[in-house]
């Protein structure tokens, strides 16, 4: 490190012990960020080689007004996503508002009354259980007529494929799997893993439709599991596909029939795909597709040196230090509660917006205990942006994730670690 940045540390109160042992740490990463880099490398060449097959022009960044017909950018960046995931059509729309209606418009337009969803993954992601009606909420797949089987994971973390063959009947018509494991202890699964568990489910039902829940997971290798048979991949744009510039966004992007289902319910029957105005957000579309493979590189290693930085120092993280990675997401067990807080704390006065504010846990709704939540973000609630959060409640395991770029996921966990130290936590 030269002396400059060295000195402008202190700026943010970090203490020299802090600094050594972290660039110890770094140094012993450095042959996996390089891997890290070669497959920004290789998703990056993607993007821009689909951004080129798909003529994106000056015009593409432009937006349209009221009913939005012919919007050349909308429709451009569609085939743009089209390509990038290897599918036959996309949906790519502010009018899906997060993750999690982008995974309901899915799910909602593909099923019928009568159909069965299958979850082969275990419990899906907690909006989600509203969604299908696990817990009763108005408008659900439930409220449709549409049943709901779950296959759990093994206790290895492996797929259940006796169970899973055991709960595919003649109503079963949709098979979510999450790849990111979420805020769940469950391993994420790699793109290879889905691969294998669609071959298995196409085998026993070859018209069954296999969405991938792709949160979290995009860019991170080098294929995605629509390139190993998912129908369809689901995601957000405030996380990794929208590289921290998409202001709003989800996308569905997969077989043309399933994109079609997905526009007619989102839009109107008859009108699908064909309405829907851009207004000014294409520009931030694109560049944030364009920035999203290095800065999902970015995050990763943030998760990495997280991961390695509070191992070494005793408290139990998921993924491991060493293990392969397939989201962005890192866990850390403290085991009390300051340890929760005080992390959320250095991760906030790490931030750009918003720097000064301590985040404190409180009742929020939906939850069963308190939660503590840092997010000093350009995009509200952008968890592509560094930020993390915690339950107040055991294990006391706090969820990191983000950080548009490197330097600044790294200064975020050593301000997580200095406000461990000075609150009693960590002892260096
Ligand atoms: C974030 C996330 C969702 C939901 O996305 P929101 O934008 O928060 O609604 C769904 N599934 C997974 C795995 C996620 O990480």
Redesign the pocket.
Known sequence: MNEKTYKIYSKFNISDKVLTFADEILTSLQPRFAKIDETAEYNQLKVINAMQECRVSEACLLGTTGYGYNDLGRDTLESVYAKVFNTEDALVRPQI???????ALALLSNLRPGDELLSPVGK??D??EEVIGIRPSKGSLKEYGISYKQVDLLDDGGFDYDAIRAAINEKTKLVTI?????YQTRPTLSVEKIGELITFIKKIKPDTICMV?????EFVELTEPSDVGADMVV??L??NPGGGLAPIG?YIAGKRECVENAAYRLTSPGLGKEVGASLGVMSSFYQGLFLAPTVTASALKGAIFAANIYEKLGFSVVPNATEERH?I?QAVTFGKPEGVIAFCQGIQAAASVDSYVTPQPWDMPGYDSQVIMAAGAFVS?S?IELSADGPIKPPYAVYFQGGLTWPHAKLGILKSLQSLIDCGVVNL
């Open positions: 508002t997060c993750g999690t209606h982008a995974l899906p992601y909006t989600l999450q790849r990111s494991k979420g829940d792709n949160c979290y997971g995601g957000s405030i996380k989800g989201d997401i609630g968890s």
